[in-house]
């Protein structure tokens, strides 16, 4: 018997008209005081009319621009030292001004749309019979192919259809909030898993507590900078330090934004050049208290650091790094709930397989069990998870991912025992999901990929990236799929 699969007619496609106005400054120090000196240069006539087309061209395109212009114009600060030399306070509007000049806007979708999350929402009010409102997670890609987290929100109707509200008119990014505690003893082991262990870090962390802040670390650093010698090798320690200080943050997004207008755009320099492929899962505690958590790889374009978001209303969010000696790799994903009064994930610490980890904090995992190798034809190159697992009565559905001739990514399943989920119970011989005519063209050909389902009206309703490039939905009668899995 061959599985049902109806893809659903709701597709989402890259568009080049959502943008976000970020901090620009691709020239050299020297240069941006020159640009700043002829500004200033400027009499207020000639300053207002200028800035009064600025905000006529931009202004509708972004919530609040001249705010933007301002955040543009204090990050100059550290350059601008004594251009302003008769002291004269600048007015506001040659503030905002400079501002615009070292502003600019980034398509945060021109590329690519891709690879989704999907979760039930928080709010499940308001809603009629056999219905469930849904958020839904993309890794959207613009210029450079920098990726970032945006969403959009919907509906599943009784009969499984999807209904998705527009797209809001404008895009924002949130307020960085920088308040993280780190503690000396969980940094000292992360930097010992990344395999930093010189003098230097000891003379830097000798001088802060059990608990410090991120300007603690930062003072630290600059009393060891003036304290000892500084080679090459030592100060990549340094920059290190601080690479791993500034992978924890916190973000809020304004209370008048709807979801669709929110992008997690990257923050920390570990994830410069992408937030990639975050696997979005609602999870409940023993306590019966609902987080939202997020795994996903952040790249600095040389290399990853798997990270963990959290929040509880898509509006605040937080992120640090996971910690292990085991979560090195790309493609972890969280169980939706406690196992035996352990935090389980699935991970491939090697690249190749399928593992499992348990833990009793969820921000460390120290131990891993292989619970499935390459096997069909479809999956000899490698093997993967496609979002976190689904509960069931007949035990865990996993969906996975295979790579196989010519690098041809496809979808599979394993059902893994309720109480043991290292008991891998099912697994299917043939592919769940393959790219068609229609989906294997895109950034990279050939590949069906997920990073989340759910499971609605006896329904499996996959989430799917195609060929790096657009998005798309798949359902699967979640009857057909447990007797393929169980007879193998």
């Known amino acids: 018997m061959t599985i049902t699969v109806k893809r659903k007619k709701t597709r989402f496609y890259p568009n080049p008209k959502r943008v976000i106005a970020k901090f620009y400054m691709p020239i050299k120090e020297d240069r941006a005081k020159i640009i700043v000196i002829n500004i200033l240069r400027l009499s207020e006539e000639e ?9 006529g061209d931009f202004s509708k395109r972004h919530r609040n621009i001249s705010k933007i212009f301002e955040n543009s114009f204090n990050s100059l600060k550290n350059i601008l030292g004594n251009i302003n030399n008769n002291k004269k306070p600048l007015s506001l509007k040659k503030k905002l001004l400079i501002g615009s000049y070292f502003t600019t806007e980034y398509s945060i979708e021109s590329t690519a749309f891709f690879n989704p999350s999907i979760v039930e929402a928080p709010d499940q009010s308001n809603l009629e019979e056999g219905q469930k409102r849904i958020i839904v997670s993309f890794r959207a890609t613009g210029e450079k192919h920098i ?15 999807l209904k998705f509200q527009p797209e809001g008119r404008l895009v924002d990014v949130p307020e960085i909030i920088k308040r993280h505690v780190y503690k000396k003893k969980n940094f000292l082991k992360k ?57 924890h943050y916190e ?16 923050v920390s320099y570990a994830e410069v050049n992408g937030i990639e492929d975050a696997r979005f899962v609602k999870f409940t505690d023993d306590n019966g208290k609902v ?43 969280l169980f939706p709930r406690k196992i035996n009064g352990k935090y389980a994930m699935i991970a491939r610490s090697d690249g190749i397989n399928n593992y499992i980890m348990f833990s009793d904090n969820i921000n460390f995992w120290g131990s891993i069990e292989k619970i499935q190798e390459p096997l069909q034809s479809w999956e000899l190159i490698k093997i993967g998870n496609s979002g976190s697992p689904l509960e069931t009565e007949k035990g865990w559905l996993l969906i996975t991912h295979g790579v196989g001739p010519m690098r041809s990514y496809s979808l599979g399943a394993l059902l893994l025992d309720k109480n043991d989920p290292t008991n ?11 790219p068609n005519e229609e989906e294997r063209e895109g950034y990279v050909p050939n ?29 699967i009668p979640l009857d057909e799929l447990f007797e393929k899995l169980t007879n193998h």
């Open 424 to 434: 891998v119970i099912g697994r299917l011989a043939e592919p769940l999901l393959i």
């Open 191 to 247: 930097l010992s898993e990344m395999h930093i262990q010189k003098d230097v870090v000891n003379i830097v962390m000798d001088k802060l507590g059990k608990t410090f802040l991120y300007g603690e670390l930062k003072r630290s650093i600059e009393e060891t900078l003036e304290q000892v010698k500084v080679t090459p090798s030592k100060m990549k320690v340094i920059e290190s330090l601080m690479w791993l200080a500034r992978s």
């Open 251 to 266: 973000v809020k997004f304004s209370l008048d934004t709807a979801i669709s207008e929110r992008v997690l755009f990257p």
């Open 47 to 55: 300053v207002s009319r200028m800035l009064d087309r600025v905000l």
């Open 147 to 161: 990726s970032s987290i945006v969403f959009r929100q919907g509906i599943i109707d009784k009969d499984n259809s």
């Open 447 to 475: 590949v069906v990929y997920s990073c989340g389902s759910i499971i609605h009206n006896n329904e499996l309703i996959i989430a799917y990236g195609m060929s790096d490039y657009a998005s798309g939905f798949a359902g």
């Open 291 to 333: 987080t939202y958590y997020a795994t996903y790889t952040a790249y600095d374009g040389f290399t990853i650091l798997p990270k963990l978001m959290k929040t509880s209303d898509f509006y605040h969010f937080k992120v640090m790094p996971i910690h292990g000696e085991y979560a090195q790799n790309k493609g972890m994903s």
